[in-house]
């Protein structure tokens, strides 16, 4: 028998471990404590986190891990030679939400206003090709002053370096911005190649020129907020996609968001169990939406009766408000689902909708989130500002989106659907795997009223009575070729069904579909309009 004798602990001196280990965590509480206290004062005083409280917020208590927490950046002159930091002003680790891995990057506002650097992009490059190899969604928490000046084009490079791994990163995992400062210049094409960015109102700005240089070409007068801002983002240009009053409510979003996503391209979004019954009839469906095509209602209220316990994620709300998009769950599966919403401009499609909507059916078919579609659609918004902005290759976007779009897809006709809008809407004809509609449904080319003034134009015109001939034949018209059932007379609806069985079908459906393959032709990739 081998005999073991315990070795003696390392007496504490100037070579002993003890004292190198006592160093380190000297040197770690630096690092982790930042550059003073009264920066992180300063950094309170402006309503915002330092960038360790935020991932705190966001990560799962005690499952940070840090990298490179000890990087400092080689640049001299400029009186850099005096100041290198810790960190150098970017945390870069990982950890998990809700126990899923997920990786992050957070400016510190503190050293050097967040600026990059050389250093500084080497870390975020670094954590973005960890993201990748693992397959596991990126997060990243934007309060930065843009590139630092003193490090010249090197800084401009670490930019270049962001972009090109954002875009090989693009559809395989989920990325996330989080703008939580300034974000200027170069700085905000990184969360423009992401896939959602959220924003605070009140502390958090993007732009690519500030408000002194707007002011210094155009003579225009504007504050950093008024140019971009939260809001400003969130309902006029619809860079932001999420915008909230504070960093914990949007920090708290962004974990509900991830917990719809799946880790990466290869990965179905996760699961949950749920008690809201599969079978659960929604009989306030039944009056919810006008039988009169003509009158408004908040397509909401039928996206709420659908959905597993009402329970579902908008993404841009504030944006083209005409159309919804929104994450959700049925049977515990997460589905897209993009709505008409009659509710605004009638529901009609016009450029920011497309646009809106094209990218939402883009980012689920890349995650492998099956699509519901809703229609109530009389057609694409006219007008000259429509067809002189490109309506035509705008609204081609969403028709690409659809046409390319190889997960579960599944229309339902809640009321009417018109013209090429009920077209691009994910009809049957450009590939919808299973197409439904309610009862009270009109699918045609136009509207009765607009149809029987075309095609009897001259009956009408010569009739004694102008107006009684005219809804003569619009009846007729309606009676012809717009009941209910003359769709799925011809194969174009698979059924017309209850509206309050509209769940149950549903799930019903995705369950069928839940295996479905299709391969898209061998290419290097397609040509969308732009």
């Known amino acids: 028998m081998t005999m073991t004798t315990a070795l003696a602990p390392v007496a504490a001196g100037p070579g002993g471990m003890h004292a190198h280990v006592a160093e380190l965590h000297a040197i770690r509480a630096q690092a982790t404590a930042g550059p003073s206290e009264k920066a992180t004062a300063a950094q309170h005083a402006k309503g915002k986190l330092t960038a360790r409280e935020r991932i705190g917020l966001l990560l799962d208590e005690g499952s940070f891990q840090e990298v490179e927490q000890l990087r400092r950046h080689r640049a001299t002159g400029f009186g850099l030679e005096t100041r290198k930091p810790y960190t150098d002003g970017v945390i870069t680790g990982w950890g998990t939400v809700e126990g899923r891995t997920v990786f992050v990057y957070a400016h510190d506002f503190r050293i050097f206003g967040g600026a990059l650097g050389e250093a500084h992009a080497t870390k975020i490059h670094k954590i973005m090709d960890m993201a990748l190899a693992a397959g596991a969604p990126l997060v990243s928490l934007n309060d930065g002053a843009g590139a630092r000046i003193q490090e010249g084009v090197s800084a401009l490079a670490g930019y270049g370096g962001i972009f090109q791994r954002n875009t090989r990163a693009s559809g395989v995992i989920p990325q996330i911005s989080v703008i939580l400062g300034p974000c200027a210049g170069g700085a905000a094409y990184s969360p423009a190649l992401t896939d959602f960015v959220f924003m605070v109102r009140g502390t958090s700005q993007m732009f690519i020129t500030g408000p002194d240089v707007v002011k210094a070409v155009t003579g225009e007068e504007i504050t950093h907020n008024g140019l971009g801002g939260a809001d400003v983002h969130a309902e006029t240009s619809g860079v932001c996609h999420f915008a909230y009053d504070d960093e914990e409510t949007c920090l708290a979003e962004v974990r509900y968001l991830l917990s719809m996503l799946p880790q990466n391209n290869r990965e179905a979004p996760p699961?949950?169990?749920?008690?809201?019954?599969?079978?659960?009839?929604?009989?306030?469906?039944?009056?919810?939406?006008?039988?009169?095509?003509?009158?408004?209602?908040?397509?909401?209220?039928?996206?709420?009766?659908?959905?597993?316990?009402?329970?579902?994620?908008?993404?841009?709300?504030?944006?083209?408000?005409?159309?919804?998009?929104?994450?959700?769950?049925?049977?515990?599966?997460v589905v897209g689902v993009v709505a008409n919403q009659p509710r605004t401009l009638a529901g009609v499609l016009d450029i920011r909708a497309s646009e809106k909507a094209a990218r939402f059916v883009q980012m689920c078919d890349a995650f492998n989130i099956p699509l519901i579609t809703l229609l109530d659609v009389p057609g694409f918004l006219p007008g000259v500002d429509q067809e002189h902005g490109g309506i035509i290759r705008h609204g081609a976007k969403l028709l690409y989106a659809y046409c390319n779009a190889t997960v579960p897809r599944i229309s339902l006709v809640l009321r009417k659907a018109y013209g090429g809008a009920y077209i691009v809407m994910d009809s049957q004809s450009i590939g919808a795997d299973l197409t439904y509609a309610w009862p009270a449904n009109e699918i045609a080319v136009m509207g009765a009223e607009g149809a029987a003034g075309v095609i009897f134009r001259r009956r009408i015109a010569e009739a004694a009575d102008p107006e009684a001939m005219r809804q003569k034949l619009v009846k007729e018209y309606r009676a012809e070729l717009m009941h209910p059932y003359y769709a799925a007379e011809r194969g174009l609806v698979d059924d017309v069904i209850d509206p309050a069985a509209t769940r149950e079908v549903l799930i019903r459906s995705l369950a069928m579909l839940h295996s479905k393959h299709a391969d898209l032709p061998s290419r290097k990739h397609g040509n969308q309009p732009q």
């Open 271 to 333: 699961r949950v169990r749920t008690a809201d019954p599969a079978g659960r009839r929604g009989e306030m469906l039944l009056g919810h939406v006008p039988a009169d095509g003509s009158r408004p209602y908040d397509v909401t209220g039928v996206i709420e009766e659908i959905v597993d316990d009402g329970e579902y994620l908008e993404v841009h709300e504030h944006w083209a408000r005409n159309i919804v998009c929104a994450l959700a769950r049925l049977d515990g599966q």
